[in-house]
């Protein structure tokens, strides 16, 4: 959290900072040290927003080049203003899907039957909930879209491939009652964070989905036969345990199944459109993960995109308004209109 907060909050730490170099030339006591600490400690803590800038400079030809030229508005990938903005929040409706589990319905603000992508929390398979970072549920719904953010059965006490399994209950839940809930059903996306983003993935890749038109993966685990080989670091979070218990046991006890879990064994060149975005500093996942998912979707001639962001972590979109937050938000706009038209 305090990762995101130096990178995502910048202007917070630069505002203390600043203050306490002006208030450092009111006292003689170590004040070159104080001086040159405080606009070393500024140079950090404006580098996200420097580096944001860098990004965002080449974002709008790259994502033109990918997926053609953008029909909105002319809005900007990033803005120093704009991360002092809030995002409207709309009122969302607990509906349960099946017996034991529920969604979050954000309904469009626009009229009309409208696209529906169906978001899958994070939370190492076996914590968090769809309560999970709601604003950009809320911006979606803002600008045309509805969102259904869903619930799964966690591990230890189920294991892969139950969770896609629930997304599957929830999709078809979803198609049943289309007419009520204004859904487009021939316009479904899916979108997962974290262990969110495998499940999303696999969900994808390996199961057919009437309707499904693309998927979006925040920061997944794509291979998790490589991932178990080179575990986070044992201080940051103990991760082979954490697949263990959502596979049922270690890579030698369960090899079959770690193949059968990794999304990216399930490209080929009928997969569907791709979206990733990563922080290059994610010590819990490791960006490798999504340099040989976009590698495999090269190979299959897979219309994708990647978002790298050289100075993001884990979870980089908890701010919406940050830097890694404006620009992810950005690309994600620009990938639904593409593949939703």
């Known amino acids: 959290m305090l990762a995101i907060l130096v990178t995502e909050f910048p202007w917070?730490?630069?505002?203390?900072?600043?203050?306490?170099?002006?208030t450092g030339f009111y006292t003689n006591k170590y004040q070159l040290t104080g001086t040159i600490t405080g606009i070393a400690a500024l140079v950090l803590f404006t580098s996200p927003i420097f580096r944001a800038y860098k990004v965002a400079n080449s974002l709008k030809q790259n994502?033109?080049?990918t997926f053609g030229p953008h029909s909105g508005s002319d809005q900007t990938p990033f803005s120093f203003w704009k991360q002092f903005s809030l995002t409207k929040r709309v009122a969302a409706r607990?509906?349960?899907?099946?017996?034991?589990?529920t969604l979050d319905y954000y309904p469009s603000t626009i009229s009309g039957s409208k696209p529906c992508i169906v978001v899958v929390h994070g939370g190492s398979w076996s914590g968090g909930d769809n309560k999970q970072l709601p604003e950009l549920n809320s911006y979606l719904a803002s600008i045309g879209y509805n969102v259904a953010s869903i619930n799964y059965r966690l591990a230890p006490n189920y294991k892969n491939?139950?969770?896609?399994?629930?997304?599957?209950?929830?999709?078809?839940?979803?198609?049943?009652?289309?007419?009520e809930l204004h859904i487009d059903t021939g316009n479904f996306v899916l979108?997962?964070?974290?262990?969110g983003a495998q499940i999303a993935l696999l969900a994808a890749y390996a199961y057919k989905q009437p309707g499904l038109k693309a998927v979006i993966d925040y920061y997944?685990?794509?291979?998790?036969?490589w991932g178990y080989s080179a575990p986070a670091n044992p201080l940051v979070m103990d991760?082979?345990?954490?697949?263990?218990?959502?596979?049922?046991?270690?890579?030698?006890?369960?090899?079959?199944?770690?193949?059968?879990?990794?999304?990216?064994?399930?490209?080929?060149?009928?997969?569907?459109?791709?979206?990733?975005?990563?922080g290059d500093n994610d010590v819990l996942v490791s960006p490798e993960h999504s340099r040989r998912l976009n590698i495999k979707l090269q190979q299959k001639g897979i219309k994708h995109f990647l978002l790298k962001l050289p100075w993001a972590t884990h979870g980089f979109d908890y701010n919406l308004h940050g830097p890694g937050g404006q620009l992810a938000t950005y690309t994600v706009e620009r990938f639904l209109k593409f593949v939703t038209s």
């Open 191 to 195: 979108l997962g964070r974290s262990a």
């Open 12 to 22: 917070i730490f630069i505002l203390l900072t600043s203050v306490l170099l002006l």
């Open 94 to 101: 607990a509906l349960r899907y099946n017996k034991n589990l």
């Open 239 to 278: 991760s082979r345990k954490v697949m263990e218990n959502y596979l049922g046991g270690t890579y030698k006890q369960a090899t079959e199944k770690y193949a059968a879990s990794s999304p990216l064994e399930f490209v080929n060149s009928q997969s569907l459109p791709t979206l990733i975005l990563h």
């Open 63 to 65: 994502l033109t080049e």
């Open 161 to 179: 491939p139950a969770p896609v399994e629930d997304v599957q209950d929830a999709m078809n839940y979803l198609r049943h009652h289309s007419e």
């Open 220 to 225: 997944g685990p794509a291979d998790m036969v």
